[in-house]
């Protein structure tokens, strides 16, 4: 059983309560999606590919009044330390959906009618908050697609490990922490589409909890603006 | 948004026209692959690992490493499993769903060309005979489907298997148990390398690209070993080859291999 | 003359507050009013709007646009047109209204697979876009090499006044014809000025954003670096 943290209060991979681990991301990294990105969150290795608006097969998944959002979470098999069956599990099928219904706030589809937007997410390596990282890759890969969002979403989670609440959990404190939540949030428009929680909390940790993951989602939504700037706007200056 | 694309839709005699003087669309001569860049480690939590670019087609493989019941009448052997997936984000046209037939013959030709050349010795992956082995699992994420997913698949395949470690097991009550911290090089016995050829018209052009994949006549991928020996192949494509066509592209596909066993050996 | 203040935003970037009008590309939240692309942000006669640097290409009523024949029925062809929507050609717009051809008379005019320069005659979001090809330098396109670059990227491709596309077609000697909606089609004699056309399309496509394009597109095709320097910023 490990450590999860010490007497300084550290945490099992050196980084403080509220510490991110080290992200970067990269735009436009696929040459046949309309938009992608890859991002590196902590040990997480996840890429984000979208198309749309496209046609919708089967014709009657089409929506007369506005364009319909689809979205795949899937894990490669060497992405597990035991490697996983290539075909889809209940948890990536449940993923996809709350990954989707994260995502359907941002994105305005209604000049979009009878066509769909495909989100397709891949993650090579995970290690805890993969679904968080999915949803920081797909937003910035929907932006670089050119569909028009009423704001970027950032996603992060929180959780309790030895009693006390802290800031994105790895992989180690996911399995053997006391509670993990993770979050995303619209960060201009202060809206949380999605939030899940395993694990137990009292009142006054819950709000804590909350408070922390949407000041991480603040922080990642920094670097996802960066990664855009730097795709879109390099050489130039404001 | 794709880079600028030549849809398929390409007379194929204009492109007819500049094979006849040596060339194609994008600046190539007919034995001249796409660049090539191979990385290797690039997901550390799998055994081995590496990120292929050829042109605009890209693949991540991963190597898992883990014990397993050998196959019936193999005791004596340890366990290769080659997968392969299209991933959806690689292509406009895929579908995410169970493989289709065009992603079943590409692991398998990729599982041929490492299985035939021999290139791991399977007996030495052997924990307790006739009861536990090593499985050794290649798979391949197809991230960007740009053509000729032949060969990236192969070399990425390739690549991953010889920059892997093999983690080491002892027998403790019958049972593999694994020994942390230990870990060994695998054991390979010849570097395979596929090179994929696409005929149009009477031309013969190396490492097709998407659209010269889309008009040519028919295909023939050949695997050789580092002993110059031609140990698999695959002819796909609605069309056929003369003899004299696939003595010349196996004399290509040595020459070619020759070259991109340099950059795999480096690997090791 | 009013200036026009210009800034980069991503999609959730607040432009402005207070009365100004809402136009292309952003919404108004409030009083605040939000960019919903990645782009260029323009506020000018008090009115806000943002021009995307990527994107599907959206049909828009007068567009030139290249297209591809998927098919037809004895009233019409059908287009792709790169977009999510399909553009319609009527039969009389090429027929005339008197004559009522057979799908087999529409068939031989224009066949699956015929490329077409046509204009948008008529978009709205509740029908699919009508095309129209009944003007000089419309119609279908006989010969030449189909390619396609970002819809975003084709004001950057033309240029100020045409600079940059007459740059390209002078250095090849090939003939270009733009889509609004990111085709073209290229057509040469010389298969060399074909392959360095096709280049410099690329490139364009590749780098429109960046400063200096034009001078990279110029040293590319061996021309000389005039001070006729096309410094658009799109």
Redesign the interface.
């Known amino acids: 059983m490990t450590q999860l943290m010490n007497e300084n209060g550290i945490r099992c991979d050196g980084r403080r309560v509220d510490q991110l681990r080290n992200i970067s991301i990269k735009v436009g990294v696929?040459?046949?999606?309309?938009?992608?990105a890859y991002i590196e969150f902590g040990?997480n290795?996840i890429?984000?590919?979208?198309?749309g608006p496209?046609d919708v097969h089967p014709k009657h998944m089409a929506n007369q009044d506005s364009g319909i959002l689809r979205c795949?979470y899937?894990m490669?098999?060497?992405?597990?330390?035991?490697?996983k069956n290539?075909a889809?599990s209940r948890r990536e099928i449940e993923i996809s959906k709350v990954i989707k219904e994260a995502l359907l706030p941002a994105v305005i589809l209604k000049d979009f009618p009878r066509t769909v937007v495909?989100v397709?997410?891949?993650v090579?390596?995970?290690?805890g908050g993969t679904r968080c990282a999915a949803l920081d890759a797909a937003s910035i890969a929907l932006a670089?697609?050119?569909i028009p969002m009423r704001d970027l979403v950032s996603a992060c989670a929180a959780g309790k490990v030895a009693d006390q609440i802290v800031l994105d959990i790895n992989n180690e404190e996911d399995q053997e922490g006391q509670a993990d939540m993770p979050i995303a949030y619209m960060p201009n428009l202060g809206k949380i589409t999605l939030m899940q929680l395993d694990g137990i909390l009292s009142p006054s940790e819950y709000q804590k909890c909350v408070q922390t993951g949407i000041n991480g989602c603040k922080l990642v939504y920094e670097m996802q603006r960066k990664a855009l700037m730097d795709k879109y706007f390099t050489n130039e200056t404001q | 948004?794709?880079?600028?694309?030549?849809?398929a839709?390409?007379k194929r005699e204009?492109i007819l026209?500049?094979l006849k003087?040596g060339?194609r669309?994008d600046?190539r001569g007919l034995e001249d692959q796409r660049p090539l860049s191979i990385d290797v480690g690039?997901?550390?939590?799998?055994n081995g690992?590496a990120r292929v670019r050829l042109g605009?087609t890209?693949i991540?493989?991963?190597?898992?490493i883990?014990p397993d019941k050998p196959f019936p009448d193999l005791g004596d052997k340890g366990i290769l499993i080659c997968?392969a997936?299209i991933?959806?984000?690689?292509?406009?046209n895929a579908e995410?769903g169970p493989p289709s037939e065009e992603v079943i013959e590409l692991a398998r030709v990729v599982d041929r060309g490492i299985r035939e050349t021999e290139m791991l010795d399977l007996h030495q992956l052997v924990l307790i005979e006739n009861k536990s082995v090593i499985g050794i699992?290649i798979?391949s994420?197809i991230?960007?489907?740009?053509g000729n997913l032949f060969d990236a698949c192969s070399y990425a395949s390739v690549a991953a298997l010889l920059s892997c470690t093999v983690p080491k097991y002892e027998i403790k009550d019958e049972a593999p148990v694994l020994v942390e911290g230990v870990t060994s090089k695998p054991p390979i016995k010849t570097i395979p390398v596929s090179v994929t050829m696409a005929r149009i018209g009477d031309h013969i052009i190396v490492d097709p690209s998407s659209y010269e994949e889309a008009c040519m006549d028919s295909r023939l991928t050949i695997t050789t070993n580092t002993e110059g020996n031609i140990c698999a192949i695959q002819k796909g494509g609605i069309d056929g080859f003369t003899l004299e066509q696939v003595i010349r592209c196996s004399e290509i596909a040595l020459s070619v291999g020759t070259k991109i066993r340099k950059q795999l050996e480096k690997l090791m | 003359m009013m200036e026009t203040k210009r800034r980069y935003v991503i999609p959730g970037d607040v432009i402005t507050t207070g009365p100004f009008r809402p136009e292309q590309n952003v919404y108004q939240e409030g009083d605040r009013i939000i960019s919903t692309s990645v782009g260029i942000s323009e506020i000018f006669d008090n009115a806000v709007r943002v021009i995307p640097l990527?994107?599907i290409y959206m049909p828009k009523t007068n567009d030139l646009i290249i297209g591809?024949v998927i098919g037809h029925s004895s009233l019409s062809w059908e287009f792709d047109i790169n977009s999510c929507f399909v553009g319609f050609l009527p039969a009389q717009d090429v027929f005339g209204r008197d004559y009522s051809p057979t799908k087999d008379e529409l068939k031989e005019r224009l066949d699956k697979?015929d490329?077409v320069a046509a204009r948008v005659a008529n978009f709205d979001r509740s029908r699919d876009p009508l095309l129209t090809v009944q003007d000089r330098d419309l119609g279908k396109i006989e010969s030449g090499?189909?390619?396609?670059?970002?819809p975003?990227k084709v004001p950057r491709l033309i240029g100020k006044r045409g600079s940059m596309i007459q740059t390209i077609e002078m250095a090849t000697k090939a003939m270009i014809t733009i889509g609004q909606n990111g085709w073209i089609v290229v057509s040469s004699e010389d298969?060399d000025g074909l392959?360095k056309a096709?280049?410099a399309?690329?490139m364009v496509?590749?780098q429109a954003h960046m400063p200096n394009l034009t001078e990279r597109v110029k040293s590319m095709l061996g021309v000389e670096l005039g001070d006729n320097n096309d410094t658009i910023n799109e």
């Open positions: 696929l040459k046949n999606a309309d938009g992608s040990k290795k890429l984000a590919g979208v198309f496209r795949r899937h490669s098999p060497f992405s597990v330390t035991e490697r290539p889809p495909d397709f997410i891949e090579l390596q995970a290690d670089d697609a050119g | 948004m794709a880079n600028s694309v030549i849809l839709q390409l204009q026209e500049l003087e060339k669309l600046g690039v997901i550390p939590k799998a690992s605009d890209e991540v493989t991963g190597v898992k883990q997968t997936e991933l959806p984000l690689a292509d406009p995410p699992f798979d994420s991230t960007d489907a740009g | 990527t994107g591809k697979g490329l090499e189909l390619i396609e670059i970002s975003s298969p392959l096709i280049e399309i690329r496509d590749a």
